[in-house]
């Protein structure tokens, strides 16, 4: 399979640019700029599969803050990369999503009120880390049970997430007449 990237095109910056008006503000604030590349792992009949990976997992998408040199070259302050396989699946919204979670990654740095900038007055940004991070192997949770570590980290999700994001485990109501 050989691997290749693509700029995205204006449609989709204009989107990337659109959400951080309306949900990063600080990130807005800031004048940070970006760019976006999809890639794809082609093989020899065409066809398009997952391409792009995280710490040896696959991604849909992932967040790069350029360096300075590479900003000192011309380039954005951080880079999207966007698995190509996975956003042809990807319904409208779910993009909308999938870039809005990679931009919470992004955080302009402040100090009393002003953004720090580095030596070519581009804003300084971090990395941010996600809110929680779930692993684990299902082995273990099955001989442990509540003595593992990967059970609990579950658990303590539910617990402070709620049916926000456990929806599926309340219990439906059969429809009446079926």
């Given at each position: 399979?050989?691997?290749?990237?693509?700029?995205?095109?204006?449609?989709?910056?204009?989107?990337?640019?659109?959400?951080?008006?309306?949900?990063?503000?600080?990130?807005?604030?800031?004048?940070?700029?970006?760019?976006?590349?999809?890639?794809?792992?082609?093989?020899?009949?065409?066809?398009?599969?997952?391409?792009?990976?995280?710490?040896?997992?696959?991604?849909?998408?992932?967040?790069?803050?350029?360096s300075l040199p590479l900003r000192?070259?011309?380039?954005?302050?951080?880079?999207?990369?966007?698995?190509?396989?996975?956003?042809?699946?990807?319904?409208?919204?779910?993009?909308?999503?999938?870039?809005?979670?990679?931009?919470?990654?992004?955080?302009?740095?402040?100090?009393?009120?002003?953004?720090?900038?580095?030596?070519?007055?581009?804003?300084?940004?971090?990395?941010?880390?996600?809110?929680?991070?779930?692993?684990?192997?299902?082995?273990?949770?099955?001989?442990?049970?509540?003595?593992?570590?990967?059970?609990?980290?579950?658990?303590?999700?539910?617990?402070?997430?709620?049916?926000?994001?456990?929806?599926?485990?309340?219990?439906?109501?059969?429809?009446?007449?079926?």
């Open positions: 399979m050989t691997k290749t990237y693509q700029q995205a095109d204006q449609t989709i910056l204009d989107s990337i640019t659109e959400i951080i008006r309306e949900h990063h503000t600080l990130l807005d604030a800031s004048d940070a700029t970006f760019e976006v590349l999809f890639v794809s792992d082609i093989d020899k009949d065409g066809e398009i599969h997952q391409a792009l990976a995280c710490h040896g997992y696959p991604a849909a998408a992932t967040v790069k803050i350029h000192a070259l011309g380039l954005g302050d951080f880079l999207i990369t966007v698995d190509a396989a996975t956003w042809a699946s990807l319904s409208t919204a779910e993009r909308t999503a999938l870039l809005d979670h990679e931009l919470c990654h992004v955080e302009a740095i402040e100090n009393d009120g002003d953004f720090e900038h580095d030596d070519l007055g581009r804003p300084k940004l971090r990395l941010r880390k996600h809110d929680w991070q779930l692993g684990g192997f299902v082995g273990i949770a099955k001989r442990h049970h509540n003595r593992a570590l990967e059970v609990q980290a579950v658990k303590r999700c539910k617990t402070e997430g709620g049916q926000f994001f456990w929806d599926f485990d309340v219990p439906r109501l059969a429809a009446v007449g079926s």
